[in-house]
Each structure stands twice: as structure tokens, then as C-alpha cells.
């Protein structure tokens, strides 16, 4: 009933007939009227229906539809009115509406004509969607007024949404986000009155590699065998470092029940003098599908306090250290354990600076023996500290300030300035009590081009054994003759008796 009521509703503002003859004033002359049916139903294909009219008096019928034919115009009490109404071909309900009169008493009688039903489905009946979550939209085109949606037990589609636009019907259903490793499949099937569409749906699978063991291995710095077994649905590779090999291999085939297929392999690492560890992924394509992390642990890690976030990420990237983001320590692995060798920045000519701007914490490494800074923004070099150093070689550090040498067996130690570099701060004081010879000598053409006006002083009061000192800094350009604009060398007043000094002309050695 509900839904005639709605299709009346519609249908009497589209295509309703008038009555006729009906008088615009009523004069009251008594009289009573019933109808057994106030209204009247018919289907797309027509039809005869009776009323009967009870009355006190003859009745009369007022009103006139050109799809519905009377019986009679008028009667007596007790008599069928009886409506032929002719089939409706159209998509779209019809109204025709009649009045019955006996005396001043009227009653209405409504006449309504069901369409012919429609659906018509515009969009595909079938579609894919991916593992993730998404959205199918279907549309229609139809005259039901109730559709009845159903998803073939497929508990993973439901109807979001459902919209008129240009004529069309629009039903929107969301697909939730896949968790099985099989491809799935459903069917919407949309109905009403009598009539039905379905859409196929495909999900695709979950792509997934995982180790059944769990995501982490950690064992001690002994000897060690692994086995991992890993569930998958797709080919994977993987890569394994150096310090893993690789012992045996096994696959079987893919399981129909899950959709996973295993491998079984073996791995052997040899004992090791400090901790490593690798996040061994496995791949589809350049995609990471899983992950699990092997570590060999040594029981006593030694850590580095490293300052400056891109030097950490370098360490990290070159194998020497794995930052902890947990703790915020980063411990030291084997490779950095025995590390000699470091440079940070860049040891050739360079338009751009890096932006590494301290190397504190590589005093932890043991068995560094040779440091190389170039071409960054580092302004203390302190190796007082580093256990097994014995050569420093920096280069055009434009904002270096201080160098401690400490007591380092280091007799040389070369500062220059090269390419592209010039100072930019205004002193720079050298530490070291061993120290012998200083080169902070530059030939840049930053320099010849007048950049270097920031540098005004050099101390080397705390270097009592030093004998050669050049901070001599020119162009490298003939084109060019501007110098820098050091104007003075703090030595101590020994110093001013003994130490063998390359300068500019106009730079100035004073006793301080």
C-alpha cells in the first residue's frame, strides 16, 4: 500500500485527468453516498473493476479520463459502477480521478494505472577491484520504486548508497578491503517487481610473504643455523649480505584450500666479532611484499652518540652502526667496529656544501685511524679522543672554528681550502701538542672572487711544538687578485722565535 501511495503521489502531479462538470457552488439538498472502493488499482495491462455505490437517492458520476471507460454515468442505490481501464504501455504511472454525487453528498473515486515495469542495466555487468577497500557504482535505468538488492552470501559488499541523476539510478556499494590470499568473487543481484540485473564482482587477492617463525631472529655472535619458512601467494626474490649464505632451498606447490604456496630455507651465519644484522625482505617484483629481521647480538654492544642525523644515516647505510629509534642509541656493528678509514663529506672540488655539520661521536669507533672531512659544515674537529687515530686531513671547511689535535702522534696536519671553498666564519683556533706542521693554506676561486672576507684571525698559541705554518690563501685565477682578508697570527712569543710561517703580505704575526 505504501508503495501505490507513493506512485499515486508521483503520478497525480504528472498525468492526472480532471472531472468534469463539476459544479463550482453546492447547494445542500441532503442526501448520502458510500463507495465500497475510494480507490482503484490497476495493473500495466488493464482491466474491468466494480464499485458498489450505496446511496440514498440516485447517484450521478462527475469526471472523464480517455483510459478509463464507465459504465454508467448514473444509478440507483445499490448498483456496480463498473471501470474499464486500458492497458499502460508507458513507463510512468497515470491518475484519472471521479466524483459520485447523490444530493449535496459527494464522494471522490481515484483511478490509478500501473506502468509497465523497466530495468535496464547502463553500466558493466562485471567489474574488478583491487585487495584494498573500494566502491562499486551500478547503474540503472528503471520505473521500480523498490529495489531489493542481494549479495549471494558475499558478506564482504554492501549497498552505500542510492541516488536519482539524469533520468538514471545510481547504486553505490562499498567492497571491504581483502585480508584472504585467494581472489574472491560475488554477485549483486538487484530486483523488483518481477524483474532482475546482476553484477559480477572480482576482488583480487591479498599479495602477501610472510616467515611463519615470526619478523625477528636475533641469536648471539656464535656460529648459527636458520631455518625460515615463508608462506606466499606470489614469486619472491630475496638478497642475502655477505655474512649469510644460504644452505638449502625448498618450494612447494601453492595449497587450494589457502592459496599459499612455502619455502623452506636454510641459512647459516659464521661467529662474528660484533653485532650485525640485515632486514631480509622478499620481494615482488621491486615490491616488498614481507620481511623478517636476523641480527646477531652482541652481548656487550658497544654504542656511538652520534650528533648530526645525516652522518647517522651514512653510518647506518654504510653497515657500521643500527640506529635504535626505541632508545635513540645507535650501536656499533661489527663493520664499524673495524672501521679504520672515514670520510665525511666530499675530498674533491665541490660547487655545494654538505650539510653534515658535526662528527661528534666517531670517537666511539675503535680502530679509526684515518678521518677525511671535506666540503661541509662541520665547525669543531675534535680528535682528542679517538682511540687508534693517526692522520686528519680536512679540506675547505668554510665553517670550521677549532681543531683539537690533542696529544694524537699526528706531526702534519692538512686545513686547505681548494676549488670552490672559501672561510666564512672570522677565527679559527689549532689545538695539539704534537703537532708539527699546519697547512691552512687555500687557492680557491671563491677567494679570487673577493668571498673570503669574514676570516680575520689564526691562533696556534696551543700547538708548542709546531714548526711550519702556512695560511698563505690566494686565487687560483691570474684573472683574479683579490686574497684574503686575514689579518692576524696569534703565536706565543717562543713560537715567534722558532715557527717558519708562509703568510700574505698583508696578514700580520702578533705575540699574544
Known sequence: MKKILSIIAIA??????????????????????TLSEKTVSAGPEGGNYSVKVTSDGDWRVSGFCDWVSLSAEQGKSGQDLTLTVAPNNSDEARVANFKVFAGSAVESLMVVSLPSFSL????????????????????????????NCDFGGAAWIAKADEVEALGR??????VARSREFK???????????????????????????????????????????????????????????????KTSEEDTEMDQETGLKTKTLGLHADACGGSRAVDLQFKQGSTVRGSVYI??????????????????????????????????????????????????????NSYSVNSIASIEGLEAFPALATLNVGFCMVDKVDVSKYPALISVTLLSLGYLTEINLGDKEIEKLSC???????????????????????DFSGSSS?????????????????????????????????????QTSLETIYVTSAQAESVQVTKNDHTQVVVK
Not at 497525480?12 to 453516498?33: F, I, M, R
Open 12 to 33: 497525480a502531479a504528472l498525468t492526472a485527468c480532471s472531472e468534469k462538470d463539476s459544479p463550482e457552488e453546492v447547494v445542500d439538498y441532503g442526501g448520502s453516498v
Open 120 to 147: 535496464e542495466l547502463l553500466s558493466n555487468d562485471a567489474v574488478s577491484v583491487s585487495a584494498d577497500a573500494n566502491q562499486v557504482k551500478v547503474v540503472l535505468k528503471t520505473n521500480v520504486t523498490e529495489l
Open 169 to 174: 539510478r545510481v547504486l553505490s556499494f562499498d
Open 183 to 245: 581472489a574472491r568473487e560475488g554477485k549483486i543481484t538487484i530486483s523488483g517487481e518481477g524483474l532482475s540485473t546482476s553484477v559480477d564482482v572480482a576482488q583480487a587477492q591479498r599479495d602477501t610473504a610472510f616467515a611463519v617463525e615470526g619478523t625477528s631472529i636475533i641469536k648471539g655472535l656464535e656460529a648459527m643455523d636458520i631455518t625460515l619458512t615463508i608462506k606466499s601467494n606470489v614469486d619472491i626474490t630475496y638478497s642475502l649480505p655477505s655474512w649469510l649464505s
Open 295 to 348: 641480527k646477531q647480538q652482541n652481548p656487550n654492544p658497544v654504542f656511538a652518540e652520534i650528533k648530526d642525523s645525516q652522518l647517522a644515516t651514512k653510518l647506518q647505510n654504510d653497515g657500521w652502526i643500527l640506529y635504535d629509534p626505541t632508545t635513540g642509541k645507535s650501536e656499533i656493528l661489527e663493520a664499524g667496529m673495524n672501521a679504520t678509514s672515514i670520510t665525511v663529506g666530499t675530498m674533491s
Open 416 to 438: 686547505k681550502t681548494t676549488g670552490y671553498g672559501y672561510h666564512r666564519v672570522e677565527s679559527v683556533t689549532f689545538k695539539g701538542s704534537k703537532v708539527k706542521e699546519i
Open 446 to 482: 671563491y677567494i679570487g672572487y673577493g668571498y673570503e672576507t669574514a676570516l680575520k684571525t689564526v691562533d696556534v698559541t696551543a700547538c708548542p711544538a709546531l714548526e711550519k705554518l702556512n695560511t698563505k690563501r690566494v686565487s687560483s685565477s691570474s684573472y683574479y687578485s683579490s
